[in-house]
C-alpha cells in the first residue's frame, strides 16, 4: 500500500494511483522478477512524458518541467543503456552507462519517485557469496525492490539499474527524496545530445 500513496502524491489522481498500485501488488519487498511489462513510457520531449498502460490503452503526460530526476533509457541505440541526470532548470548535466533487468527480470517503465537511499547495502535476494555489499549507493525506487545502484555495466541485472562505479557517487549525493526516476525503453539521445555535446567540449 505505501507505493499507492507515494503515487498518489506524486500525480494526484486516485485512478491513476491505484492503476500503479494494482501493476506492482505482486511484488514483495524482496522480489524485483518483472516478466511482462504493463507501463510503456516515451519521451514526447527533454522534460515531458508520455505514459500508456498497455493492459488498457489508456494514456497519461507527465510533465516534469522544474523538476529534477534521473532517465534511464535501459536500450539507447548502440548500447545496453544510459542514465541522464536533468537538472531542474531542464540541463542534462550527467550521463552514463547503465545496464538493466534481464529477459526474465525486466526492469520496469514509468516514472517513479525515490523511496530509499542507502550508502552501504547488500541485496537480501541476491546476496552476494564472497559477502560483500552489491547495491551500494542504493537508491530504491519501487518497494519490488527495483533501484539504481552501483554495479557492473558489462553484464544484466535481476531488476535493478547498474549505474558505473565512477558515476554512481555523483547521482547518489545529488539525488533526494524529490528526485524523479525515469525509466524508459525509448531514446532519450535525440533531447540530450545539445548538452552532452557542451560537458564533453568543456572536459
Not at 552501504?120 to 564472497?130: A, G, N, V
Amino acid at each position: 500500500m505505501k507505493i499507492f500513496f507515494v503515487v498518489l502524491f506524486c500525480f494526484g489522481s486516485a485512478a491513476w494511483a491505484e492503476e500503479w498500485r494494482s501493476a506492482w501488488a505482486h511484488l514483495d519487498d524482496e522480489n524485483t522478477q518483472t516478466k511482462v511489462l504493463t507501463h510503456e513510457l516515451i519521451p514526447i520531449s527533454k522534460t515531458v512524458f508520455k505514459v500508456i498502460n498497455l493492459n488498457t490503452e489508456k494514456e497519461k503526460t507527465i510533465d516534469l518541467t522544474g523538476k529534477n530526476f534521473i532517465i534511464v533509457s535501459v536500450r539507447e541505440p548502440g548500447s545496453d543503456g544510459r542514465f541522464y541526470a536533468v537538472d531542474s532548470d531542464g540541463t542534462v548535466w550527467w550521463s552514463g552507462a547503465v545496464t538493466s533487468g534481464a529477459d526474465e527480470f525486466k526492469s520496469p517503465s514509468g516514472v517513479f519517485p525515490i523511496i530509499q537511499k542507502k550508502r552501504h547495502h547488500m541485496s537480501t535476494l541476491f546476496p552476494d557469496e564472497s559477502g560483500e555489499n552489491n547495491m551500494n549507493y542504493m537508491m530504491k525506487f519501487t518497494n519490488g525492490g527495483h533501484a539504481l545502484h552501483e554495479g557492473s555495466v558489462d553484464w544484466m541485472s535481476h531488476g535493478c539499474i547498474h549505474i558505473d562505479p565512477k558515476d554512481v557517487p555523483v547521482i547518489y549525493k545529488w539525488s533526494t527524496f524529490k528526485t524523479k526516476v525515469v525509466i524508459t525503453r525509448h531514446s532519450y539521445m535525440p533531447f540530450a545530445q545539445e548538452d552532452l555535446r557542451k560537458i564533453y567540449i568543456k572536459r
